[in-house]
């Protein structure tokens, strides 16, 4: 298991500096999912839209048990991610939890065997005509508040060639802390902004 949550950590690490937390349960079971018509379509983020092609394109395909199917290109770098993401509300905010299940580089695929500990990844999403605003849990910000003695989640450490946090929290723990500092910036403080890709471009 600790080779598992490392290779997980440095799949993470390897996306930049800051990350998402990781979780090893889920923040939403599959039963609390539900439909968000408007978060299906084709979407691109920031970088993407300052180029006039390529870039990261980031596609929602809701599935019949209203889980959906997020798939990240970018064929620029020729990578592809493809997550199963589920949507609920907790409290006064709409949450989003996600799961990595595949990734590709350079037309190669990501040995399979790493994906059989799941990882869930989850905070905030606000969604407003053609925009759509995550808040994930902030890694650096968990890895503070561990250090700090400032959080009662469950969590495992992992310290090998990188110190890594994968929280280990029921899921009734995780919504209780969503619903408690779902509002705290500091804590979700991982962004992805998205807009609605233009049907011309290419």
């Known amino acids: 298991m600790k080779k598992a949550l490392l290779l997980f950590g440095m799949l993470v690490a390897m996306t930049g500096c800051s990350a998402p937390a990781k979780s090893l349960r889920p923040l939403l079971p599959a039963e609390e ?4 018509p408007e978060l ?3 979407w691109e983020d920031d970088e993407s839209r300052a180029k006039e092609s ?25 990578e592809q991610y493809v997550l199963t993401v589920r949507v609920a509300s907790l409290g006064s905010y709409l ?3 996600a799961v990595l299940n595949d990734i590709t580089i350079h037309g190669e695929k990501v040995d399979s065997e790493a994906f059989w500990l799941p990882i869930h990844y989850f905070g905030r999403i606000e969604l407003k ?11 650096d910000w968990l890895k503070a ?18 110190f890594e946090i994968f929280l280990t929290a029921t899921t009734k723990e995780l919504q209780d802390f969503a619903i408690q500092f779902g509002w705290d910036e500091e804590a979700f403080s991982y962004n992805i902004d998205l807009w609605r890709r233009p049907p011309e471009k290419k």
Do not use: M
């Open 95 to 97: 949450f989003v939890d």
């Open 129 to 139: 005509q053609d925009e759509i605003h995550v808040r994930l849990l902030g890694d």
């Open 40 to 42: 299906s379509g084709t």
């Open 33 to 36: 999912a539900i439909s968000v």
């Open 145 to 162: 508040a561990v250090k700090e003695n400032r959080t009662t989640l469950r969590y495992e450490k992992v310290e090998d060639e990188i």
């Open 54 to 78: 390529g870039g990261a394109i980031w596609t929602f395909e809701e599935q019949k048990n209203h889980e959906y199917k997020l798939t990240v290109r970018d064929p620029e770098n020729e």
